[in-house]
């Protein structure tokens, strides 16, 4: 039938220790039938993820064969990558992914783990066997390197793929690709890059092109890797992974509206990976557009029921934009949000029981939400509850002291608020994250709704500086300053304003608001970002007084 | 001037309450497709298990067959929406031929040995560069037509001819009527729903053909007759 020797040897097979996982019990039955008739003898078989996981903390599995859609609860990926970031599974071990899909790059979207193989449904034996006979001859032939890699000995790795590739041209691109990634791995990445570039010179690969794209970013050719990935989303609409490098490279160019629309794409087209959902809702955030944020959030809340990557983080990221969306509105919308804001908190109570800081956490989110809705009393019963937690700015974790302070700013204890986040500059001078977090707080100290006005009343005073309408500037400006008073930069800019008209009129009223605003921040720290160009204007103003 | 704040949008989303005909279709064409593949593994099953009653008889080898088809055409339809929607493109990877043909040929084993139809694979050693998942769909296609049209004999080969990728699929029936053999991409408006003949096998395969490009060369099919078996041909040439 076929020239080529068929390298089928039933005695590899048979040595090999199986798992099918699969909800239906005719197909498991008719799995291990059909494993059983080529001579294999440990055969196990589950219905069920968890009782398939932990049958791989015990045992040695060589091959999974794994349904993707097994019903309610886990599904095979949330299985694989179960098994991978455990490291149940070595990676010299095969992992099959058995779908009724064709579309898989579209189901599966983004994945850190990806199987060894897919088989894509009907299945028939004699089509496993072809299937396997193949993945476990690639298996032995390349298990001297996968050993390494399981071992973490890339070095070693590296030079055994260097070996292999003129001697096993069969596995040409699982070796190049391997390589590439190695070289990443240990941070050769002008290697890698040189191996992707050779593949592209022969042919244009996608997957060689998000690998260029990848080093490009890691080597800060940010503005490279857009372009390079940009063109690989347009060729290929449907290769998810590509528009997360393409958004971490917009990201780093300054670019962060770009970016998210990015992944807003990649998120409708594929929108069961959890991480991206999570990149976007961060991203969302850091944009203000808590909108997005907060669905990208109540979508990275969901996927995690399942999955290795479930985290308070997101249960918390999610009350706090739904307790800044809620603030104020009393529509039934801002209800609903306050409502879906209070369940999911008291869900993560639970549900990260153990976890140290977890109801001091939930309750400083709760009570704005409260506070938001008009609740004066539950705002305060929610503080009291934790109180003993609460008491000592020098102890608390000063993520949580921040998002403390910005509860009392939300209560009106504007005071208190100020002390805390005094104490926690000083306890993290050394971190400039943390930092720019409390003089964000500081400078606008008020809720999401009043925040964007007073940012959007500040461009328009920066639009009509531009055009060289002071007055209007100077209006504008002052609308903005009255709801965020302490605010450095529309201080500073608004006193730029000022000494302009003073130039062309020589009203000395107008060096005397512009003193006043100077004083506003008389307690600016030096680290401050707005610190140097405050020291400027103070000197440009006593050179115009002298 | 300082503005350090990015601007605020607004994204909340309109649910479009209008029915996507398209999308409803292609849900439940999908789903029909999950249980047509269940309906196959039963079959397949039930053909190990009884193989001394079934295994020849003419009607199970029909249900088989019949099922095979609907089972490609679903799969195709699938293909065609998504190549509207735009969100279809070839993942093409470099592939061991020989490796990739046996694997694929695997599948129709049960159903050519039930019908008793001699099969041959002739394949080079030669590493070829496509999209494995639409090769399958189109291959599953032709060799289901070549299992309704050939008397006694398939025969599946590739080589490399002027630079390209060459996968012939050939049988010893009638051969494709004048009007088919082309090597054109057919026109989907064109398809002749009334003679009963659709050819959209033929428009995906040729779809899929010209997904693969390289440089300046682009996939193609040809259909014409005649060969070693004295049938018809269908060949596809990926660069």
């Given at each position: 039938m076929n020239k080529h020797?068929t390298t089928t ?117 004699a089509m496993?066997i072809k299937r396997?006979d193949s ?412 | ?95 061991f031929v020989p490796d990739f043909l046996s694997e694929h040929m695997a599948?129709?084993t ?11 694979l002739?394949a ?32 599946l080969?590739a ?81």
């Open positions: 020797s040897n039933g005695a590899d097979f048979a040595k090999l220790s199986y798992l099918i996982i699969d909800d239906f019990e005719s197909f498991r039955l008719s799995m291990r039938e059909m494993l059983r008739s080529f001579g294999a003898e440990k055969i196990e078989a589950s219905a069920k993820a968890s009782p398939a996981i932990q049958f791989c903390a015990y045992s040695h599995v060589d091959v999974v064969l794994c349904d993707f859609n097994l019903g309610e609860g886990k599904n095979g990926q949330h299985i694989l990558e179960e098994l991978r970031h455990k490291k149940l599974l070595k990676r010299s071990s095969i992992f099959l992914m058995i779908t009724a899909e064709t579309s898989k790059e579209m189901v599966m979207g983004a994945r850190e783990y990806q199987p060894d193989a897919y088989l894509t449904k009907p299945i028939n034996r496993l396997l993945l476990v001859s690639q298996r032995s032939a390349l298990l001297p390197i996968t050993r390494e890699i399981d071992h973490e000995n890339y070095p070693e790795a590296i030079s055994l793929c260097l070996k292999f590739l003129p001697a096993q041209p069969r596995y040409k691109t699982w070796l190049m690709k391997t390589l590439a990634d190695l070289y990443y791995r240990v941070g050769d990445f002008s290697h890698a890059l040189k191996i992707y570039q050779d593949v592209l010179n022969q042919r244009d690969l996608s997957w060689a092109c998000l690998g260029k794209g990848r080093i490009l970013i890691a080597t800060g050719n940010y503005e490279e890797a857009a372009t390079t990935l940009n063109s690989l989303v347009e060729k290929h609409p449907d290769y998810m992974e590509a528009y997360d490098l393409l958004a971490e490279a917009l990201e780093k160019l300054g670019k962060p509206l770009q970016a998210q629309k990015i992944l807003e794409t990649a998120a409708e087209l594929s929108p069961y990976a959890l991480l991206r959902q999570k990149h976007l809702a961060s991203l969302a955030a850091s944009n203000q557009d808590l909108f997005t944020a907060s669905e990208a959030w109540r979508n990275t809340v969901s996927l995690g029921t399942h999955s290795i990557h479930d985290s308070s983080e997101h249960y918390l990221a999610l009350g706090q934009s739904l307790a800044d969306l809620s603030d104020g509105d009393n529509t039934s919308d801002g209800y609903a949000r306050a409502d879906e804001a209070l369940t999911t908190l008291r869900r993560m109570e639970r549900r990260f029981a153990e976890e140290d800081n977890i109801r001091v956490r939930s309750r400083i989110v709760q009570s704005r939400v409260h506070a938001g809705q008009g609740n004066q009393n539950e705002a305060n019963k929610a503080l009291e509850s934790v109180a003993d937690q609460l008491d000592d700015g020098e102890k608390i974790d000063p993520e949580t002291g921040i998002d403390y302070a910005k509860t009392l700013f939300r209560l009106d204890r504007d005071q208190e608020a100020k002390d805390l986040l005094g104490t926690l500059a000083r306890r993290c001078s050394d971190q400039p994250y943390l930092l720019q977090k409390i003089e964000n707080l500081l400078d606008e100290p008020v809720g999401y709704q009043q925040k964007l006005k007073a940012r959007s009343r500040n461009r328009d005073g920066i639009k009509a500086f531009e055009d060289n309408k002071l007055d209007d500037a100077i209006e504008t400006f002052n609308e903005a300053l009255s709801i965020v008073p302490d605010h450095a930069a529309l201080n500073l800019n608004l006193c730029q304003v000022l000494m302009k008209k003073y130039k062309g009129t020589g009203d000395k009223d107008l060096i005397k608001q512009a003193q006043n605003h100077l004083q506003r921040l008389d307690n600016l720290p030096e680290q401050h970002r707005q610190y140097r160009r405050l020291a400027s204007l103070r000197k440009k103003l006593q050179d115009m007084m002298s | 001037m300082s503005s350090e704040n990015p601007e605020n949008r607004n994204m909340a989303k309109k649910s479009g309450q209008t029915i996507d005909f398209s999308m409803v279709l292609a849900s439940a064409v999908h789903d029909m497709k999950n249980s047509l593949g269940m309906l196959l593994n039963s079959l397949d099953d039930l053909r190990r298990e009884q193989s001394d009653t079934i295994s020849e008889s003419t009607k199970f080898n029909t249900l088989q067959y019949e099922a095979e088809r609907m089972h490609n055409d679903l799969v195709q339809l699938l293909g065609i929406y998504r190549l509207g929607e735009n969100n279809l493109s070839a993942h093409i990877e470099e592939h599948r129709h049960p159903l050519l040995e039930g019908l008793g139809i001699n099969f041959e002739e080079e050693d030669i590493n070829g560069f496509f999209d494995a998942d639409l090769l399958t769909g189109v291959l599953n296609n032709t060799l289901n037509n070549a299992l309704r049209y050939t008397r006694t004999k398939i025969q080969t080589n490399e001819r002027d630079g390209y990728l060459v996968i012939t699929v050939e049988d010893d029936g009638d051969g494709y009527p004048e009007n088919m053999q082309h090597t054109g991409t057919p026109d989907f408006k064109a398809l002749d729903f009334k003679s009963g003949s659709t050819s959209l096998g033929l428009f995906f395969a040729s779809s899929v053909a010209s997904l693969h490009a390289e440089g300046e060369k682009t996939g193609s099919i040809r259909l014409h007759n005649g060969g070693s078996l004295g049938g018809g041909i269908f060949e596809i040439w990926l660069p």
